[in-house]
């Protein structure tokens, strides 16, 4: 699986540095933003290193499949289905991506206002 | 393909309601949000009617990949890439979501605030 050594979220999912993880399989693993934005804020990444969205084609599907079906079970655990939830990829900087490790940000557990930031 | 006659992005899809289409395919139709919230806000939906994101397990990951595609194609097209683009999915009433057909908003063309919302 390709890595990157000085990549943050690498390093959490190879357990090299501390995140309260939730879930994690063969492709995906998913644990607490260190800066929650909302009641639930999750992380969702790929295990392989992946620059972002902008790196994704049509081949990736199966790993978004994963990943939208990991952050459905995630929002049912933490019970925040009833009211909803907002799922959201930051891609480059002026966007919001501070991390170049793709993941996708789960948020809920309080109204969610509009524009999305 | 399945559709509801009472969904606006199925008409949408079907050209029996008014948008700028800017792509379609076999999958996936992209157009205009009718009130945008940045100088580029496009949505992305999939031809058939699915209700939203919770309905969507890990079968459905090559119709996202296509959707993931279509938005980062349609990026490029709109020269919004270098700056950025954020891309949410709102699932429920509490996070925003007014239309139940599934559909993949794109923001971009200016900075985007934090918390998304």
Redo the contacts between chains.
Sequence with gaps: MSRDPSCLFCRIVHKEHPAQILHQDDQVTAFRDSNP??PTHLLVVPNQHIRG??E???????????M??V??EL?RREGI?????????????????SIYHLHL?L??GR???????
């Design positions: 934005q909302a969205v902008a994704l084609g049509e081949e990736q599907g199966p790993l978004l499949g994963r939208i079906q952050a459905n929002a289905t009833t009211h909803g939830y907002r799922l959201v990829f930051n891609v480059g900087r002026e966007a919001g991506q940000h948020l809920g109204p969610m206002r509009w524009p999305p930031g």
